[in-house]
């Protein structure tokens, strides 16, 4: 059975009774740390890895609740909600996000698979990519995250990409798909897709993004921040700059 969830930065509080005096606040706190230490010490005991198979395809995850645009109002700008869900494995928290790029999709196509570019994040401490990890598909790479915390986090993420009508020169739709496949029992579920549209403008492309997460850290506050950085990204590399530093 999982635990409640939490944050990856552990809180934790003594009920041992402290005598009154001046140095009583000065004890109380020493006294929450030295607790919150022995619950991270036992936490980082409890948890260990695990794999999770990634079936095969390119299907995206679910329909985005985020409307498309017509013509006069597709700025280069991306539009997000959030909401929770759930299924037989997990309750879960969801964004989905749509946007639009002042290029081609064959130029968006390309310039999106960069395993690095989709790879960097602000909240990750370091990451490695290794490309070319399944050769049933377009593109492919594996990306080992690791974040430096309390209770250090490691994970594994597949992506996949593919092109499902036209071609990969001048696509009319093509398909992302990752998620989580091996690490951190802290994270039950990471997974998303992403799908490049041409629209009745050739030099517009269309984006959908979605992402699910559950796990004792994050949110949706986290998930927005991971995709706005990823269209941010994209927006640079098509206009010929490079991807936002973090802040």
Known sequence: MRPARANWKLLASSTAAIPAGPDSAMIVGMSRLAAAAAAVLLMAGC?????????????????????????????????????????????????????????????????????????????????????????AYEYSFLVHNYVDDIVDVEWDEEWRFGTVLGVSEAPELAMVRYQKTYGSELIYRIEGSIQVHATDDPHVTELELIEHLAALGGGASDMRQSMQRRFDSMLALVHGGLPPACP
């Open 47 to 135: 948890f260990g890895n695990t794999t999770t198979e990634f079936p095969p395809g390119l299907e995206p995850l679910e329909d985005n609740s985020v409307p498309s645009r017509p013509g006069e109002a597709r700025t280069e700008t991306l539009e997000m909600v959030e909401g929770r869900g759930s299924d037989e494995v997990d309750d879960f928290v969801f964004v989905h996000g749509r946007g639009y790029l002042a290029a081609t999709p064959a130029l968006a196509w390309a310039l999106l698979q960069d395993g690095e570019m989709l790879s960097s994040s602000c909240r990750i401490d370091a990451w490695t990519v290794t490309e070319g990890i399944d050769p």
